[in-house]
């Protein structure tokens, strides 16, 4: 039996019964698509947070206060302990040689008010340079300049969302009067839309000189970051080592587990980030993949049926001399082909599925040629090791005892 009658044979078998087919196929249809639409969700997530990440600034470098104990984490994350101050970030700017811009900020959420509208966001005092630093734009007005810094000015840039919520959107609100913890700041300027959420957006912030954040607000002169912008990304690595050396040595620590601060730069946050999207996107997959098995397992009872109604059949197939290889191909063939063609609709249900997820739920997806790649693989091992079996019970039957089954 050559390969086109292998091919003719089966589908005329799976034509048949349409409906017991279809079912079949369905439950295949299910379990690929949800694999394909879990992969492409959390692919999609992961190249959200990296591009979010990668935006916050170019050669980043973040030192952040926290006391640490031994080998463990961090106990004390950031804003919540007040172990960095100006003097260190001036440490960094004067001795780290590597540094090209040095930007301390001091952050801590705030209820602003503003013409009888008022909202809680992130207030950031910081200095001139940065926008350079954190790649920030400005739309309209400026931003902080050093000799507000020096006066203790009381003024302020909004970001765009800010803006929004306390003058409405695509107003001009420049020289307009917020309130921030009872102290009246003027309005100097509106950055640029970044987009994004959470971690790294820069949209929903007001800026305000770092001197007047750290006495009218905090009412002292720590700080809760310094981001450094490194000369390149070749230097990011020496950088870090040099913060680390010189805040070790001012704040007189002798061992570097002991270390009170944490220094990170971007490649650091990217590759947790990615560790643990990769996690949740093998755990939504697995999840997924357990529909898989399910319909696997409906092939296998459908090919089981199949052989048992098509006894008389194969007993007289093997009577004319069909060998073993031709019965077991023959049904395997059918297993094969139904979980390829429900891998085929799958892959067009997970596409269809990672695109509803975007446009309705606003969640990036990627469809990935990987995750295709894997939903026909899956098809095909499927098929293989759950039509095996059958195959292998219907090639095994005795001629004789096949002709004489009612």
Do not use: C
């Not at 009412?219 to 950088?239: L, N, P, Q, R």
């Not at 695109?355 to 939903?375: D, E, G, H, K, R």
């Not at 090791?385 to 001629?399: I, K, M, Q």
Request: no cysteine; charged share 15%.
């Amino acid at each position: 039996m050559n390969i086109f009658d292998i091919l003719e044979e089966t589908f005329s078998a799976i034509m048949v019964n349409k409906a017991r087919s279809g079912l079949t196929i369905l439950g295949i249809v299910i379990g690929i698509g949800s694999v394909i639409a879990m992969i492409s969700i959390g692919q999609g997530a992961q190249g959200s947070i990296e591009a979010s990440i990668q935006s916050i600034g170019s050669n980043l470098v973040l030192v952040r206060p926290g006391f640490q104990r031994g080998a463990g984490p961090v106990s004390a994350g950031r804003g919540s302990a007040t172990t960095l101050t100006q003097a260190d970030a001036d440490a960094i700017k004067k001795e780290v040689t590597l540094a090209k811009a040095v930007a301390p900020e001091i952050s801590r959420r705030y209820q602003i008010t503003a013409k009888g509208k008022n909202t809680n966001t992130q207030v950031t005092g910081t200095v001139s340079v940065y926008p350079e630093v954190r790649n920030i734009e400005i739309d309209t007005g400026s931003f902080i300049t050093d000799q507000n810094i020096q006066s203790l000015s009381k003024v302020a840039v909004l970001g765009p969302t800010t803006r929004d919520d306390l003058f409405g959107e695509w107003s001009a609100p420049i020289g307009e009067t917020i309130r921030i913890n009872k102290v009246d700041f003027k309005v100097i300027g509106i950055t640029k839309a970044k987009g994004g959420s959470g971690f790294g957006s820069q949209d929903d912030v007001v800026y305000v000189p770092l001197s007047t954040a750290q006495r009218f607000l905090a009412g002292d002169t720590y700080v809760t970051t310094i981001s450094v912008e490194a000369e390149s990304a070749d230097s990011m690595s020496a950088i870090q080592q040099q913060i680390t050396d010189l805040l070790l040595a001012r704040h007189n620590i002798p061992d570097s587990t002991l270390a009170d601060f944490q220094v990170m730069n971007q490649q650091d946050i990217v590759q947790t980030a990615s560790s643990i999207t990769n996690t949740f996107t093998v755990l939504l997959a697995s999840i997924a993949g357990i529909s898989l098995i399910v319909g696997g397992i409906g092939i296998m009872n459908m090919m089981l049926t199949t052989v048992t109604e098509r006894t008389r059949e194969i007993g007289l197939r093997k009577a004319i001399g069909a060998k073993k290889m031709d019965i077991s191909l023959q049904f395997l063939a059918e297993s094969v082909m139904l979980t390829f063609f429900g891998g085929f609709l799958g892959i067009l249900l997970g596409w269809f599925l990672a695109y509803v997820v975007t446009v309705f739920a606003s969640i990036p997806t990627s469809v990935s040629l990987n995750s295709i790649l894997l939903a026909f693989g899956v098809s095909a091992a499927i098929g293989i090791v759950f039509g095996y079996y059958p195959a292998r019970r219907a090639a095994g039957l005795n001629p004789i005892d096949a002709l004489r089954y009612e």
